[in-house]
């Protein structure tokens, strides 16, 4: 299910929001925006609901999030919709009083267009890979990747969940033409880990004695 943070203050409004989007499968949490570089890695949100009328400082917030790839959605009360302009990059808004089935449809093209194999950008919690720019990144810091590491953790991230043999990943990503052996796999993937995963993500996991699989949950 799609995990949702809401960062703003909780009240009988936001506890109601909560109830109706768990009605639609979205698992929802509730934070303000103190800590919020930490929060961020420890509830490893899909998609973001900032409410701009509870938060000081809703831009620096925004701008933190978009540093993320956080899809971002803006509550707003039509009385402070003006403050929805260049200055806050949220990627969508909604006014209250909240529809439900509206912002549920809003948050899925969000998703949609951030998560997913044909999508210009896949992200999974902090990772992000710009397939437009062959750009990875973790929590904002991008990391440098050899081609083959590149096209490795693009090919994994692209089927997440599903567990692919060393030939297969070699088939794959190195192509009919490779002639070494499947040890290359497993140092590239040592490679990989060890620029992209550290005590807070694990992307990468083993399957023993079968081969690596991408885990959508890192």
Known sequence: MP?????AEENEDIRQLMTELTRYNFTCSVSDAAGIDEQLPAQNPDLVLLEVNSLADAGSVCRTLKQRNLPTIAL??????????????????IVKP?????????????????????????????????????????????????FKEYELLKFLASNPGRVFT?????????????????????????????????????????VRNIGYRFSRNS
């Open 166 to 206: 060393r030939d297969t990943l070699l088939d794959r990503v190195w192509g009919d033409d490779y002639f070494g052996g499947d040890r290359t796999v497993d140092v590239h993937v040592r490679r990989l880990r060890s620029k992209i995963e550290d005590s807070g993500h694990c992307f990468i996991g083993t």
């Open 76 to 93: 707003a009360c039509l009385e402070t919709i003006s403050s929805l302009n260049g200055h806050l990059e949220a990627d969508d808004f």
């Open 3 to 7: 995990r949702v943070m809401i960062l």
């Open 98 to 146: 909240y529809d439900p089935r509206e912002l549920v449809a809003r948050a899925k093209r969000l998703l949609h267009r951030n998560t997913g194999s044909n999508a210009e950008v896949i992200r999974y919690g902090d990772l992000s890979i710009d397939t437009a720019r062959c750009e990875v990144s973790v929590a904002g810091h991008r990391k440098m990747l050899t």
